[in-house]
């Protein structure tokens, strides 16, 4: 996998609005009533992406969410969201898999 990864703490308004357009209807109704301090972006094509929100939710306790938007490099982009230290763990996990 060739992943591109960011780990935000901490989110603005700005940036929780921008992600709650790219989530859809039912992602920013969501997005709306769970708590969260950190957000894990994985970008990378749609087969790793699903593999990715899958080690995610195995080893934390995270909400995933496909973000939507157009890339002509067809390349996808998930949102990992959770406690500061969920979502780094998720992150974590996500790169040691992406290393093998």
Not at 3 to 13: A, E, V
Not at 49 to 76: I, N, R, W
């Given at each position: 996998?060739?992943?591109?990864?960011?780990?935000?703490t901490?989110p603005?308004?700005?940036?929780?609005?921008?992600l709650?357009?790219?989530?859809?209807a039912?992602?920013?109704?969501?997005?709306?009533?769970i708590?969260?301090?950190?957000?894990?972006?994985?970008?990378?094509?749609?087969?790793?992406?699903?593999?990715?929100?899958d080690?995610?939710?195995?080893?934390?306790?995270v909400?995933?969410?496909d973000?939507?938007g157009?890339?002509?490099?067809?390349?996808t982009?998930?949102?990992?969201f959770?406690d500061?230290?969920?979502?780094k763990?998720?992150?974590?996990?996500?790169?040691?898999?992406?290393?093998?």
């Amino acid at each position: 996998m060739a992943l591109n990864i960011q780990f935000i703490t901490h989110p603005g308004p700005g940036v929780i609005e921008m992600l709650s357009t790219r989530m859809g209807a039912t992602g920013k109704k969501s997005l709306e009533i769970i708590d969260f301090s950190a957000v894990g972006l994985v970008q990378g094509r749609l087969v790793d992406m699903m593999y990715a929100a899958d080690v995610a939710e195995k080893t934390a306790d995270v909400h995933v969410f496909d973000l939507k938007g157009s890339c002509p490099q067809h390349l996808t982009m998930i949102g990992i969201f959770g406690d500061i230290a969920a979502v780094k763990a998720s992150l974590d996990a996500i790169q040691a898999e992406d290393k093998l």
